[in-house]
């Protein structure tokens, strides 16, 4: 395994987690972060299984969701690439989980505290501008 490989691979396990998720969303932040970019190749699943000391059924599961999703694309023989377009599909992604799991709730909580939407707009101004 190539340094570059190697250390995209320094993420740990986390045993009370599917391990097949874990290779799933380490290589999505990769792609985010843009330590993948698009017609970049990942590492193969012998390589993963390898390196985390696991089955290669578990890491070409992690690998094959990405690839049902679009995400990457296999070339015969010779490995597994980045898709194009693939941040653009992973952002949107996040930001409709984003609305469900946190603007959803978020709006919820004000309305039952009787919060008016100007209230809601103000607060999240100041969050946006604290940050």
Same mark, same amino acid.
């Given at each position: 395994m190539d340094e570059k490989v190697g250390e995209k691979l320094k993420k740990m396990i986390d045993e009370n987690r599917p391990i097949f998720q874990q290779?799933?969303?380490w290589v999505e932040e990769d792609i985010l972060d843009e330590a993948l970019k698009e017609g970049d190749k990942l590492p193969s699943t012998n390589e993963?299984?390898?390196?985390?000391? !696991?089955?290669?059924? @578990?890491?070409?599961?992690? !690998?094959?969701?990405?690839?049902?999703?679009?995400?990457?694309?296999?070339?015969?023989?010779?490995? %597994?690439?980045?898709?194009?377009?693939? $941040?653009? $599909?992973? %952002?949107?992604?996040?930001?409709? +989980?984003?609305? @469900? +799991?946190?603007?959803?709730?978020?709006? $919820?909580?004000?309305?039952? !505290?009787g919060m008016e939407r100007n209230e809601l707009s103000e607060l999240l101004s100041k969050g946006v501008d604290e940050e």
């Open positions: 290779i799933k969303e993963l299984a390898k390196f985390y000391k !696991i089955n290669p059924a @578990t890491a070409r599961k992690g !690998i094959q969701a990405l690839v049902d999703e679009g995400l990457i694309f296999k070339r015969r023989g010779i490995g %597994m690439f980045v898709a194009e377009g693939a $941040k653009k $599909k992973l %952002m949107a992604k996040r930001k409709e +989980e984003f609305f @469900t +799991e946190f603007v959803k709730p978020l709006v $919820k909580e004000a309305k039952r !505290i």
